[in-house]
């Protein structure tokens, strides 16, 4: 019995004739691509998407803030110092966001006042102080 072979000039690779696999995931692709006019129509939409205002409301989410009770320690035009209600142990330094900032050089903190400082979870950024 003998076997008959084709060159497959493109792929550079012998296979089978009648051998309906294939030698490389090159020619795979082939079968799975999306056809051009569909690539562009999502392309146009997701633009359209963004540029209209859509996209950052629906794709970004809101960030999580947690509260930090406390008397102050130290007050700067920078960052607060705060040692906590329930752990003397605990001491946090949180920077003010741009527009605290402002609200701070108004407002006079004295040393050993009470604070809730609210901060954006997981850094040290305070965005509002009680």
Excluded at 12 to 21: A, F, L, Q
Excluded at 47 to 73: C, M, N, Q, R, Y
């Amino acid at each position: 019995m003998t076997e008959k072979f084709a060159n497959n000039r493109r792929l550079g690779t012998t296979d089978r004739i009648g051998d309906r696999s294939t030698t490389n995931a090159a020619s795979l692709s082939t079968y799975f691509r999306r056809p051009v006019p569909f690539c562009s129509a999502c392309s146009v939409f997701v633009i359209w998407l963004l540029l209209s205002g859509l996209g950052p409301g629906v794709f970004a989410s809101k960030s999580k803030t947690d509260k930090f009770e406390g008397t102050v320690v130290v007050v700067g035009p920078k960052a607060i110092t705060v040692k906590s209600r329930h752990n003397i142990y605990l001491v946090r330094t949180f920077h003010y966001s741009a527009e605290l900032e402002r609200k701070m050089l108004r407002k006079k903190l004295d040393v050993g006042k009470r604070v809730t400082v609210h901060y954006v979870r997981g850094t040290d950024l305070a965005l509002k102080v009680d």
